[in-house]
């Protein structure tokens, strides 16, 4: 059964740490996505990563991808509240060319 | 650039109502369009996907169905719906699997 894993799911921190959300999947792939959802709206793109290896920055976030290790993470830095939204890892099976698999997501509360 | 519209935005219907809900994408040709449900605090299911006119591939089996009668237009329906039809309904569009995606602003569906 193709899974993937978020953890954790619920995440609540202070303004100013650092923190990393991991995901972790079942299934062969290399072409790994985090989306980002704030409560009741939709979803918006934060990284595609296509290669093992590859690793992404925007801000105060960085998203890597360890393709053998089957894992992706998603780190925060000096964490600021408008961080605070659910976020979502999904997979692409190396045998689909649209299905993709979701994680549950991790739900961040950031605190001033 | 592109933009994606997703109408309504809410919706309240009766358990054997049916159901329609439009979506349609401007500023890109050739989309592969997807009809997504997330149930609440969960992650996305991938419904129905599109990678032309008329074709549509169903990964869930369901009472909902979908059509592309347009090449950027994309519509998810029902005949009748069930109480577990209940949900949050995304739709969002790619030029490919190495792309990210583009959700639309989402329906919330509640069949009462």
């Known amino acids: 059964e193709l899974k993937v894993e978020q953890n954790p799911l619920f995440l609540s921190m202070q303004e100013g740490k650092n923190y990393t959300i991991y995901c972790n999947y079942s299934t062969t792939s290399d072409r790994l996505y985090w989306y980002r959802q704030d409560p009741g709206k939709s979803l918006e793109s934060l990284f595609v990563?296509?290669?093992n290896g590859a690793v992404k920055q925007e801000g105060r976030l960085m998203a890597s991808l360890d393709t053998k290790a089957r894992l992706s993470t998603l780190h925060i830095t000096a964490a600021v509240h408008d961080l605070s939204a659910t976020y979502f890892c999904?997979?692409?099976?190396?045998?689909?060319?649209?299905?993709?698999?979701w994680g549950a997501g991790t739900k961040l509360i950031i605190k001033p | 650039s592109q933009t994606i519209h997703q109408w309504p935005a809410t919706l309240v219907q009766p358990v054997g109502s049916p159901l329609s809900l439009e979506c349609t994408v401007e500023g890109t040709s050739n989309p592969n369009l997807y009809w997504y449900r997330q149930a609440a605090g969960r992650g996305l299911q991938l419904l129905f996907y599109?990678?032309?006119?008329?074709?549509i591939s169903s990964e869930v089996p369901q009472n909902l169905s979908a059509s592309r009668p347009q090449d950027r237009q994309f519509i998810l329906s029902s005949k009748k719906l069930l109480l577990s039809d209940s949900g949050f309904y995304l739709c969002?569009?790619?030029?490919?699997?190495?792309?990210?995606?583009?959700f639309g602003q989402g329906t919330r569906l509640t069949v009462v």
């Open positions: 990563l296509l290669s």
């Open positions: 969002a569009w790619d030029r490919s699997m190495n792309t990210e995606a583009f």
């Open positions: 599109s990678v032309g006119i008329g074709q």
């Open positions: 999904a997979v692409a099976p190396m045998d689909s060319n649209y299905q993709l698999i």
